[in-house]
């Protein structure tokens, strides 16, 4: 029967057991997972098209090898479709920089983020950028953070304001377009372009998630077949109420779950 | 005049004319809003002078800020 072992195709007897193909393929191991479940018992039987998982805690690890161990816990049918998506992030604050580094562990093929500010001490509060960032751009440190841990997601940096006029363009061969601006008026004008002029494009956006109220409140509004709202729809930065980074997260994760649940095609 | 706003059937006493005088009543600021009208998008230039009939069925999406 075929199993594959690090990715890769292999024909091993019919009732192998985990230890038999640990013992033949590489002895060594320290570290195993069998689909998407670490450390199986060394008895499990093996079947048809397992895939198993076998390094050592501190080997040498090649590039190639290192894609697969990093997304060895998702299933693999749902990292091929992952790797195939193009995502786009309009803004790299609060929410875009959450909603990028979570798409992009997920092992997003490609993420389109664009937005021109640079990097500022109160931004850190949630912003998922470093000290030694302040006064960079934003698209250019988050496309920094995201190289050191995912380095296998194609990262398109825009470094241009995002407005009615130009946000065709940008986000044209993203399927999926998250809306993280931080204005109102801006999440407003957005979400009416993108939805006119790229009618196809599903878009995700966020309101409500400022101050420190339920989590509760938090909902993913359905409006029409191609516009997602995630948010309480509420609590508005204006009033005074602040911004944290844990409310705030809630959000943007909610957000990239819904994106990675469209391309998995699961039901929202 | 019966609308369908965001789901949910609600009866004005007086004729609504259009999406702005809707936004009006409903105190909703036309800035912050996305509209979707019989499931075809409206511009913020628009909402002035689409006029609204009985049983329309509209999605109002009124942003807040934050991000």
Redesign the interface.
Known sequence: MQIYINDAPHTVDAQTTFAQARACFLPETTAAILNTVPNPCPETVLQEQDRLYLYKHRGEFADGDLLELILARQPHAATEKLRAACVGIAGAGGLGSVVAENLARAGIGKLVVADCDMVEPSNLNRQRFQLRQVGMAKTAALAENLRESCPFVTINTVQERISTDNCMRVFDACAIVCECFDAAESKASLVTALRRQLPNCIIVAASGLAGCGSARSITIRRVSANLYIVGDMNSDADSGIGLFAPRVGIVASLQAHVATQIILEEPI | MKLIINGDEQIFDHPVATIAQLLEQLAVPV??????LN?A????HQIETTALQDADHI?I???????
Do not use: D, L, P, Y
């Open positions: 800035a912050r809003t996305a509209i979707e499931g998008v409206v511009e913020q999605e999406v009124s942003f807040v800020g934050g991000g």
